[in-house]
């Protein structure tokens, strides 16, 4: 094992934890920056709280972990609305900044180390349940995530809620949000399929 493979979990928490510095420094709003670097931080404490218990994942189940905290860093800075991210909505022809669907779909990313987690530990006996578990998990979160979106922006009000909603006058975003979620767990898990191993 190199040294990279070794410490692959640790240089990726060293780059997030660059980037939430140096991305805390001056945002586009606080109160959106608090609102979106909130529940991120706490997922990457969790997942440190497990590494520091002996809970390990893989390096690609870190790697695909990673991408969220990544984007959603930056997206809490600027917002998701203004994001820079023409180079890709014109690319597609999209008339809408996508920064944030791309955001959502990388959420299901978690799944691959769901999945990984249950069949290490022989939660589930295949990797059906594995993978069904899996992204059931993910459209739940997805679903609850969609809720505190609500209620922070009724809450708010004003820029910060409907920058933090980030719905850009779409009346079906939270269910496009919660589809993306919900394709991108599919997508992990499929991975999952072919690259985990059922423990005996």
């Known amino acids: 094992m190199t040294f990279i493979q070794k ?25 959106v920056w608090y609102a979106e670097n909130l529940p991120i931080v ?3 404490l ?15 189940a870190y790697f695909f972990m990673f991408i969220l905290p990544f984007l959603h860093t930056i997206g809490g800075h600027y917002t998701f609305e203004r994001v820079p991210f023409d180079w890709f909505n014109n690319f597609f022809g999209f008339e809408r900044n996508m920064f944030d669907r791309v955001g959502h779909f ?19 006996a295949t990797k059906f ?5 899996s992204v059931c998990f993910i459209g739940t979160l997805a679903m609850v995530y969609e809720l505190i979106e609500w209620q922070y922006a009724v809450k708010a009000g004003g820029e910060a809620g409907i920058a933090f909603l980030g719905s ?15 394709l991108g767990a599919i997508f992990v898990s499929t991975i999952g399929l072919f690259t985990l191993k059922v423990v005996k």
Do not use: C
């Open 46 to 60: 969790f997942l440190v709280v497990l590494y520091i218990r002996g809970i390990r994942f893989s390096n690609l």
């Open 106 to 124: 990388t959420t299901g990313f978690f799944a691959y180390g769901l999945m990984e987690y249950v069949l290490k530990y022989k939660k589930v």
């Open 129 to 133: 349940w594995a993978f069904f578990l």
């Open 7 to 31: 410490y692959f979990p640790h240089l990726l928490l060293s780059i997030y934890v660059v980037e939430f510095i140096a991305l805390g420094i001056n945002p586009y709003s606080r109160d």
């Open 42 to 44: 706490a997922i990457v």
């Open 168 to 182: 850009q006058g779409d009346i079906w975003d939270a269910q496009k949000d919660m589809l993306m979620d919900t």
